[in-house]
């Protein structure tokens, strides 16, 4: 039997990213975001929504470029933080002691010690009520190398990047592979 | 050492949902996306970005409404399926033997047996490249009562969503609570 919850976010699962951005002054800033995604794949683009009270939505109107430093298990903390504090009033990698690395192709900081990093000019920018969507297509992405298999594929496991669970405010890591995509689902097929 | 990967969607972790809507004839149908996510809080909005070959792209075009069926672990391997076979060549409900139920809310099926839905109109739709962006505004979100604390909150561990790693194709569950949202990272701030 199903229940209504009612009209709201309560959406599983959503990512945990840390947008970094530079402000008017330069100065590095980040903020966790959850709500966005993929959105494309030719170009290769993502999206984040701010609201406009965010620092870094100045930051972004400003600069038109963003980084995503995705992380892992072990920096939820300083994840659940640059959600919490603003750039307005503190410099959050002075707070947690870590480093902001300027990407080469984009005119936005990453966080160095995150193992996955994506850098992304802002192609789009769309007004959909509180939250402002902006779509950054992606011109690399960078990966520890440790984080790579003898392929060069990522191993996730070791990345290790967590969900965030809307409603009730929690996050989890990722558990078992279940299997492959396109390979699963393949003896239901006709 | 970071490595460049390249300008490609390789990006963690991202949603698995099944995508519900009604064609031409009124036939429900059904597809995987992972391209998609949260996209404003108020109106209350998710994202799913569709190429312009699947079946579920016209559906939406004429319908302007979807469900977004959330799927569990232990259908992990329709979902796949959802991902594969086309609407246009199969009944994808009548393969897997999942229930279509009409919304009540808005003009799309969604599958009965999943245990976590939103009903959602489509309010814009944004052409990015080789995806459509549609705007889906939540008109309810529904859930199993089993699913549900004594509060009449979801518990997460229950609904059991998944992920999907593009790039590696992999799906993965998830794993333990790393910590609240908005608390964890309290000790940090100055």
């Known amino acids: ?4 919850l009612g009209a709201k976010t309560l959406v599983f699962p959503v990512p945990v990213w840390i947008i ?8 590095p800033n980040v903020m966790a975001a959850s709500w966005g995604g993929v959105c ?9 929504s701010l609201r406009k009270a965010t620092y870094t939505y100045g930051c972004l109107m400003e600069r038109k470029a963003y980084t995503v430093s995705i992380p892992s298990e072990k920096h939820s903390r300083e994840a659940d933080y640059f959600g ?7 410099d959050k990698f002075t707070d947690t002691g870590l480093t902001p690395v300027r990407s080469e192709l984009v005119d936005a900081p990453y966080v160095g010690e ?14 959909i009520g509180l939250h402002t969507q902006f779509i950054g297509q992606i011109m690399d992405v960078k990966m520890d190398e440790e984080m790579l298999d003898a392929n060069g594929k990522p ?10 669970a809307p409603g009730i405010h929690e996050y989890y890591g990722l558990g078992n592979p279940l299997g492959r995509g396109y390979k699963l689902g393949k003896g239901l097929k006709k």
């Open 1 to 4: 039997m199903k229940t209504s």
């Open 20 to 27: 970094g951005t530079y402000d008017n002054d330069g100065k």
């Open 40 to 48: 494309c794949s030719e170009p290769p683009c993502v999206t984040v």
């Open 84 to 90: 919490m504090a603003s750039g307005r009033d503190t």
């Open 114 to 127: 995150f193992s996955h990093i994506l850098e992304c000019k802002v192609i789009h920018i769309h007004e």
């Open 155 to 164: 191993e996730v496991l070791k990345v290790k990047p967590f969900i965030f």
